[in-house]
């Protein structure tokens, strides 16, 4: 059990169960079961009950609000303002009245939060409501979108926001398009195209120790962009909000491809006016101008004893048996760290004017490391090592023994390094573009 105040964690403990395990076998509001517990003495404007524990980020997103008793999760919900006589009823799903007990009485005190005032919420879903029909009428869509949302985030089911919200949608939908990531080429390197294929696969060369510039390398270069691209594209289709239609990649291609231009080779301001050409209101290109991975590794020999067990009689003659070192063994403790960097610098482009509406970079850096020991050409259960005068096995004893042996795959280190990132980044442009700078017009 957890208790928070306004939002914060101030004490818990290892209780699990729910009311209905509560010792006494009744469930009060500011007493305890027991009879020689003092009464709380306070003010209690309302009580909630949830038949799952609630995350801090929900407690804080309704605290300060009336609830309208169609919340998932909510089981009770007794508001104090509501009594009738000494019965308070559920706003909630269960039906079960509350009863004022003890002297308890219902007056009037200021509340601590506006939207815990009866009727406050509505009177803030209207207010917004309102400014979204002015842009509605305008022709200001995307405003209009956000003003319906705010009034069914206050008020779920507000009057016909919902279905001015779609309308909304629908007027204001415009077409975003994201062309491939491009990893920049260093000097130095293959300048032949390259099917793309994993990164592991290109990196095979990379030693134990030491560094590549995947610039350098055409393969590394071509899977790079192919994991990039991929986590970048999920990710920025799960966050986008519904009046903004992400073009997909095969749409790009044939449109440029229709403008006798190569997809791979065409210069940014072709791709801008080809996209401007095709009804896209915004083009977002990107190119990685830093990617470079460090791979550290060190091999430790640590030795062990092979154990043999054999026979003997103690002092009274009985037979018993122990096990004694029969040889040696060196096995190994290995390290292995992994460090990439990278940085991919974007601009998102207005494709009927060309003009940049924003630029920008990701620079990240993500690493991983693992430790573990390799029995070397042993079975882990076969080593013995000696604590304390005894043989125990050493798998037993050194938890590196099945620990994890692989480091994260590189493509993994490439999509948290930069796709993930950059999606964030393009999503937050997106919450402020509106096409043509006045509300989604």
Known sequence: MEFYVDGRLVDSDRYEGGLDQAAGGQNYVGRSNWPGDALFQGYVAEFRVWDRRRTREEILSRMGRLLTGREPGLAGYWRFNRAEGASVPDDGP??????LMGGAQV??????????????LEKAAANVYALGQTSLKQGAYITAYKDFQAALDLVPGFRDADALMREAVE?????????????????????????????????EALSESG??????????????????????????????????????????????????????????????QAAGGSGI?????GEVDVASLTQD??????????????????DKGKEKKRREKAGEHTYYVVKKD??????????????????????????EEVQDAVEYADPNGMRPQDLWVERYGDLRRLDGEDKRFGAREKLRSRPELISAALGVRMAERLLSFVEGYSPGGSGGK
């Not at 269960?94 to 009863?99: E, H, I, P, Q, V």
């Not at 062309?179 to 994993?198: N, Y």
């Open 297 to 314: 590794s060190d091999r430790e020999a640590q030795k062990a004893f092979l154990a043999r067990e054999v026979s003997y009689f103690d």
């Open 107 to 120: 007056v009037t005190v200021p509340a601590v939060a506006r939207y815990l005032t009866p009727g406050e």
């Open 94 to 99: 269960s039906g079960r009245s509350a009863s």
């Open 171 to 203: 007027k204001g939908r415009y077409r975003l398009a994201v062309f491939p990531v491009a990893a920049r080429m260093r000097v130095g390197g293959s300048g032949q195209t390259s099917r793309p294929g994993l990164l592991r696969r290109a990196l």
């Open 338 to 363: 992994v460090r990439m960097t990278c940085r991919v610098s974007y601009r998102v482009v207005e494709a009927e004017t060309g003009e940049a509406l924003k630029q920008d970079f990701v620079e």
């Open 211 to 272: 560094t590549v510039d995947l610039l350098r390398q055409e393969e590394a270069r071509a899977a790079l962009e192919e994991d990039l691209n991929e986590t970048l594209l999920s990710e920025l289709s799960k966050g986008l909000p519904p009046y903004v239609d992400l073009v997909a990649q095969n749409r790009l291609d044939w449109i440029l491809k229709g403008k006798g231009l190569d997809v791979r080779r065409a210069d940014p301001a072709q791709i801008v």
């Open 281 to 285: 209101r915004a083009v977002a290109l």
